[in-house]
């Protein structure tokens, strides 16, 4: 069986929710209280064994390059003031040995476009996807739950968790035969993006993913669908006809922050532990 060495991030996207906070600076950027969340997204990953991050990004986006890049000047600078604890929060351990790769997607063609760009780096090997929007606090982390579940049942594996009626059409949603369903897993029948009326379940695709290389066979060449974009789901969907894949209902606070609300909540949820409220 394949270790899962390898993550896609994909932040090409624009954040016109934040709109004026993401003029200069992209939406990945904003802060999670002092870490930006991005960081939560990449520790998530190297925690659970990945050694190498693939950002799909963009000409908007190079302040992500230079976050996970080394910042001798500062370094410095904080050294020689005496304030040596801080370069260990600027220069972390843990992203030591980690390999960053950014490839840039010039038009913003939707999700599945986005993972596409990453198939020459991945080649044949089964690959995490992590959308850092979707912050989910846990231990053990929602990637590494999928990671568990991809080892047990060897085939794709897709974040799931309920979500309210009215928020279904935000989301990804699958279809699954309740009667097989081992720890919270269920083989998935079908799958569908942001159906607007009669959802096949409140099962929702929450923005982790662990999936076969087979998935780029997919993806190319696939029509764009809603919002005129090229989605993920769609290439899932084809997949299913020829591999099994199961969902896998994950344990962990979800909080959107690619909208205001969940920003702010993800915030107030993690101040909580931070300042003992
Ligand atoms: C994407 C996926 C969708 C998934 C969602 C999770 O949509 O296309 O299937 O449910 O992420 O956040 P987006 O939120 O990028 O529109």
Same mark, same amino acid.
């Given at each position: 069986?394949? #270790? ?19 003029? $200069? ?9 002092d ?9 998530? $990953?190297?925690?659970?064994?990945i ?6 990004t ?22 020689? *003031? ?28 939707? @999700?599945?476009d $986005?993972?596409l ?28 739950q999928?990671?568990? #579940? ?16 009215n ?7 699958? *279809? ?7 720890n ?12 607007? #009326?009669?959802?096949p ?15 780029f ?7 764009? *669908? ?8 769609? $290439? ?7 591999e ?11 909080f ?13 949820? @993690? ?7």
């Amino acid at each position: 069986m394949k #270790t899962i060495t390898k993550a896609v991030f994909p932040v090409a996207g624009l954040g016109t929710r934040f709109l004026p906070a993401t003029k $200069a600076i992209p939406k990945e950027m904003l802060p999670i209280i002092d870490k930006p969340l991005i960081e939560y997204a990449v520790e998530e $990953a190297v925690n659970a064994g990945i050694t190498e991050i693939i950002f799909i990004t963009s000409h908007t986006k190079r302040a992500i390059e230079d976050h996970f890049d080394q910042n001798f000047e500062l370094e410095e600078k904080l050294i020689h *003031s005496g304030k040596k604890d801080f370069v260990k929060k600027i220069n972390r351990d843990i992203f030591k040995d980690i390999k960053f790769t950014y490839v840039r997607q010039k038009t913003q063609n939707g @999700l599945g476009d $986005a993972i596409l760009h990453a198939e020459h780096l991945i080649q044949e090997e089964p690959f995490a996807i992590i959308l850092a929007d979707d912050l989910i606090i846990n231990n053990p982390s929602c990637i590494s739950q999928l990671i568990e #579940t991809y080892k047990e049942h060897q085939c794709s594996v897709i974040g799931v968790n309920e979500v309210p009626e009215n928020e279904i059409e935000k989301y990804g949603v699958i *279809s699954i035969d309740k009667s097989i369903s081992i720890n919270n897993t269920f083989f998935l029948k079908d799958i569908v993006e942001k159906p607007k #009326t009669n959802a096949p379940s409140n099962l929702a695709v929450v923005g982790r993913y662990v999936l076969s290389s087979k998935i780029f066979k997919y993806l190319n060449n696939l029509a764009p *669908s809603v919002g005129g974009e090229v989605q993920l789901t769609d $290439a899932i969907k084809l997949m299913l006809d020829d591999e099994k894949v199961v969902g896998h209902m994950y344990e962990g606070e979800h909080f959107d922050c690619g909208s205001r609300h969940g920003y702010v909540n993800a915030i107030k949820y @993690l101040a909580k532990d931070m300042f003992n409220e």
